[in-house]
C-alpha cells in the first residue's frame, strides 16, 4: 500500500499546537472536587463603592432579602391595585 501525502489544506488541527496544549483525553479522570464545588457558595465580586457599605456576607445577604421581600410586597400590591382599576373601569 503506497501512503500519500497530505495537502496543506488538509494538515491535522493538533499539528499547530504545542506540546504543552496537547491533551490525551484517553488519560482524563473524573474531576474529584467537581462534588464539592456544586455545593459551594457562588463567589460575587462586588464593585468597591458596594463593598466600603456591605463588609460581610452575611450584611450583603441581609440587604438582598430585604429587597426580595420589598419587591414581592411591591409586585403585590401593583397587582392588586391594578386588578381593582380594572373592575371599577369594566362596571
Known amino acids: ?21 496537547r491533551f490525551d483525553y484517553r488519560k482524563a479522570k473524573p474531576n ?3 462534588a464539592r464545588a456544586a455545593k459551594a457558595p457562588l463567589v460575587v465580586m462586588l464593585d468597591s ?13 441581609a440587604a438582598l432579602r430585604a429587597l426580595l421581600e420589598v419587591a414581592a410586597t411591591t409586585a403585590r400590591l401593583t397587582r392588586r ?6 373592575t371599577h373601569h369594566s362596571g
Open 81 to 86: 391595585s391594578t386588578e381593582r382599576a380594572k
Open 32 to 34: 474529584r472536587f467537581a
Open 49 to 61: 463603592d458596594i463593598s466600603k457599605v456591605f463588609r460581610t456576607p452575611d450584611s450583603v445577604n
Open 1 to 21: 500500500m503506497k501512503k500519500t501525502s497530505r495537502s496543506k489544506g488538509s494538515r491535522d488541527l493538533n499539528d499547530d499546537l504545542r506540546p504543552e496544549y
